[in-house]
């Protein structure tokens, strides 16, 4: 058996719309019928014995496929132009609008004010013959040094009611000069005084005394030298290193000598701040009938630590006491700690300090210059001071400091009329020492408001407790003090002073109808004292200033048996010679 099939294929792209691609593909499926269709009747003729004969004029043909040996590469279409050249061509260009200039701004300095080398202050008080003047001279601004000097003098030779000739005259003397250097500055100066005092404080209308048998007379020289450091870097050691010494002469043929040394150097460590201080005095007291030396050599190391709100001193004070062939040693707490609660208003602190007072004639002639110059000499042991206290700031302008202490002393001093001299007028007074423990109370606030106005007030209230005796002897039981400024356009300075003491004991001698005499202790009332100074300023070279003193007309006693001046002024100027 056979068959024939014919198959007659017309290529028609353009009525059928085939693509090459699609044509191809289409030829390959054609192929690949013919050859399973050849297989099947192969395997049929095979298996029934039959042939098949098939005839097409189609003759498959693969085309050669075209290849490219050379490597792709990209043809730039954009030719380069070499040896370009070109100018710019301006026009100004007038805009309708003209800028204007604005200068740079500049921080300009405050301006220095003159300063001028000499002043003179001189007044006078018609009431109590009281002459008064001053005088002032230095070098100006200058980056090496500063130099200069001062001189007072203010005396009366008034005679005050049922008194003894009560003239005096304070004239005082200092000569200066600083060098600074990169890192230090040395300052060197001579102090000279001479006070001039009488014992007035007896009854003039019973008994008459020649001035020169009660006058006294303090002359003193001081030359000082100090060298003090000003690293900035925390790493260094500051240090103020000092030397001096004085010559303190008195009637009848008393002196006292003194000379000094002391160093104080710090140190910090990481951020806690390490002091020492080594202070040596040596003093040698002349006096009309003996010779009394005293070495007084003190070593005080304190630690300083602090944070944010708190702060903290540590430290302990030795000091050897060697006087009239006698050494001793003390030891002394140096112990302070303050906590900042709220942005400076409220800072509650305490501690405990103490230390060796020196007694002589220089500071008993500060503080009484009625004293008897041949008192005995002993030193006062202030063995502690423990205190509490609350300070703070209530505004920008204002501060206050509130304080209770409570203190203990070893031979503490009074003063009393010296009874057992020989000379029968009994107003000089005597050193006493005894025992004695102080509570007091002590409070200070401070306002300022620019340099307008500048408001100081303190005041102390005390309790003594003596071993010996039973009143502390001139000794007030509290004392007050209100000063104020007003500076009025700086043309008009007002500048007043109130001060209070009160009441005080004092030891006196009683005589009865059979001429027996006795101690007795007496109260004296306290004492307001009201200070007024008024200045104005006519220029910069030349002002007018006058001062009232114990506005309040009192004759009051600070001390007994001597009475104050009363009311009294003094007219005076002020102006610039050079």
């Known amino acids: 058996m056979s068959s024939e099939i014919n198959y007659n294929v017309v290529e028609k792209e353009s009525i059928l719309g085939l693509t090459k691609r699609q044509k191809n593909i289409l030829q390959f499926i054609l192929i690949l019928l013919l050859v399973i269709g050849h297989a099947v009747v192969c395997f049929s003729q095979n298996t029934v014995e039959n042939t098949y004969t098939a005839k097409s004029d189609f003759v498959p043909v693969v085309k050669e496929s075209i290849k490219f040996a050379e490597i792709p590469e990209i043809k730039d279409s954009v ?3 070499k040896d370009i050249k070109y100018s710019i061509v301006s026009n100004p260009l007038f805009p309708k609008y003209q800028v204007q200039k604005i200068d740079a701004a500049k921080m300009k300095n405050e301006p220095i004010n003159k300063l001028y080398h000499a002043l003179i202050k001189a007044g006078y008080s018609p009431l109590y013959n009281m002459p008064y003047g001053e005088f002032f001279i230095s070098n100006t601004r200058s980056r090496n040094m500063a130099y200069g000097a001062h001189l007072k003098h203010f005396s009366s030779s008034a005679t005050l009611e049922n008194t003894g000739y009560s003239g005096f005259s304070d004239n005082t003397g200092t000569v200066y000069g600083k060098k600074f250097y990169k ?12 006070n001039t005092v009488h014992y007035y404080g007896f009854d003039a ?29 925390s790493s260094k050691i500051n240090h ?8 303190l002469q008195g009637l009848p043929r008393n002196s006292e000598t003194n000379v000094n040394a002391a160093a104080d150097v710090s140190l910090f460590i990481n951020k806690e701040k390490l002091n020492v201080g080594l202070y040596t005095d040596f003093y040698n007291h002349q006096l009309s009938n003996d010779t009394i030396n005293n070495l007084i050599v003190s070593l005080a190391p304190s630690f300083e630590a602090g944070g944010k709100k708190w702060k903290a001193v540590m430290g302990l004070k030795a000091t050897l006491d060697h006087l009239d062939d006698k050494t001793r040693f003390y030891f002394y707490p140096n112990l302070n700690v303050e906590y900042n609660i709220y942005e400076n208003l409220i800072i ?7 230390g060796l007072q020196k007694n002589s004639l220089r500071s008993y002639s500060n503080e009484n210059p009625f004293v008897d110059s041949t008192f005995k000499y002993t030193n006062t042991n202030n063995k502690y001071n423990f205190y509490v206290g609350l300070k703070g700031n209530l505004s920008s302008n204002t501060s206050y400091d ?14 009393a009329p010296n009874y057992m001299a020989q000379m029968q007028l009994y107003n000089r007074f005597g050193v006493l020492y005894s025992n004695a423990s102080v509570i007091n109370i002590s409070s200070q606030i401070k306002y300022q408001l620019n340099e307008k106005i500048h408001f100081i007030g303190k005041g102390s209230y005390y309790i003594y407790q003596v071993k010996d005796f039973e009143r502390a002897f001139h000794k007030p039981d509290f004392d007050l003090t209100f000063s104020g400024i007003y500076n009025l356009k700086s043309k008009i300075i007002l500048r007043g002073d109130i001060f209070v003491i009160g009441q005080q004991w004092v030891r006196t001698q009683s005589i009865n109808d059979l001429g027996v005499k006795t101690l007795v202790n007496k109260q004296i009332q306290g004492l307001v004292d009201a200070n007024l100074e008024a ?8 002002s007018f200033f006058g001062r009232f003193n114990n506005i309040a007309n009192q004759r009051y006693f600070r001390w007994e048996n ?7 002024f003094t007219l005076g100027l002020t102006f610039v010679p050079f």
């Not at 103020?240 to 010559?247: D, K």
């Not at 001597?562 to 009294?568: D, S």
């Open 79 to 81: 030719q380069r132009i």
């Open 183 to 194: 890192k230090h500055t040395l300052l060197g100066s001579f102090d000279y005084a001479r």
């Open 205 to 233: 209308t019973k008994i008459t005394a020649e001035r020169s048998f009660i006058k006294q007379v303090y002359q003193l020289i001081e030359p000082k030298i100090v060298l003090q450091s000003h690293f900035t870097d």
């Open 240 to 247: 103020i290193i000092r030397a001096g010494f004085y010559n």
């Open 348 to 354: 509650p602190y305490a501690g405990a300090s103490g």
């Open 402 to 415: 509130l304080k209770g202490t409570y203190s203990q002393f070893d031979s503490m001093h009074f003063y």
């Open 535 to 542: 200045e104005y300023r006519y220029s910069k070279m030349l």
């Open 562 to 568: 001597y009475p104050t001046q009363r009311f009294n």
